[in-house]
């Protein structure tokens, strides 16, 4: 029939308009910056550096192996590796980035970086907001901008934070007691210095007759 899916279009919409005065289900427009629609926990935005404990600088988990910067595709990723070591938030000496800058104008939310890194330094973040006057240094962020606690990757995925946790527990574990083995086994007897072997001089014995 002619103008059927008009017909049709109008019934759903007379339909939500009338359910949304008796079922806040059936509402069709979120009244938004007010009021916001919960993100489901797999959804991500741009990139962000993870790190344990309280000091952002001593604890991101990222040394500076600069997998992700050779990876990503839109060479948004932009990392200087530390020339020293410094303890990190257990005390264990570490490389570390002396820059650590992404270009999210450019960056197109791959997850490539995340599937790379050896050390679940770096995760996808799920903020949105991110509007800014400046479409240059506005939209590249550094290693203080982009750094957040474990907690708040607990926050935003939960589920696969646990995972990751667990999975560093796990090789921590693993490694303690590689390294108290190791230190318990018994070390291999010195091998006593050779002593320099002590050259004799022949002494030619007089032949007979000669006089002496």
């Known amino acids: 029939m002619l103008g059927e899916g008009i017909l049709?279009?109008?019934?759903?919409?007379?339909?939500?308009?009338a359910g949304s005065f008796v079922s806040?289900?059936?509402?069709?427009t979120v009244e938004y910056p007010e009021e916001r629609l919960p993100l489901p926990e797999a959804s991500r935005n741009f990139p962000f550096?993870?790190?344990?404990?309280t000091d952002w600088e001593a604890g991101l988990r990222c040394v500076a192996c600069q997998i992700c910067?050779?990876?990503?595709?839109?060479?948004?990723?932009?990392?200087?590796k530390s020339k020293d070591k410094k303890p990190d938030h257990v005390g264990k000496m570490q490389i570390y980035p002396t820059k650590f800058d992404i270009d999210i104008s450019i960056c197109m939310s791959c997850?490539?970086?995340?599937?790379?890194?050896?050390?679940?330094?770096?995760?996808m973040d799920s903020e949105y907001e991110l509007a800014t006057d400046d479409r240059f240094g506005g939209l590249l962020l550094d290693r203080h901008q982009l750094a957040k606690p474990n907690e708040y990757y607990h926050k935003i995925h939960p589920t696969e934070a646990a995972e990751v946790d667990a999975r560093l527990a796990e090789e921590k574990v693993k490694a303690d007691a590689k390294a108290k083995a190791a230190a318990a086994a018994p070390k291999p007897a010195a091998?006593?210095?050779?002593?320099p072997a002590?050259?004799?001089?022949?002494?030619?014995?007089?032949?007979?007759?000669?006089?002496?």
Do not use: H
């Not at 049709?8 to 308009?17: D, I, Q, R, S």
């Not at 997850?111 to 790379?116: G, K, L």
């Not at 091998?191 to 002593?195: F, H, R, T, Y």
């Open 8 to 17: 049709k279009g109008l019934a759903e919409t007379a339909k939500n308009f």
């Open 69 to 80: 910067e050779k990876e990503c595709p839109p060479k948004c990723i932009y990392i200087d």
């Open 111 to 123: 997850q490539i970086c995340v599937e790379v890194c050896p050390f679940e330094a770096i995760k």
């Open 24 to 28: 806040k289900e059936r509402m069709t």
């Open 191 to 195: 091998v006593p210095a050779a002593k």
């Open 198 to 212: 002590i050259v004799a001089s022949s002494v030619a014995s007089p032949k007979e007759g000669e006089a002496g």
């Open 49 to 53: 550096l993870v790190y344990d404990g």
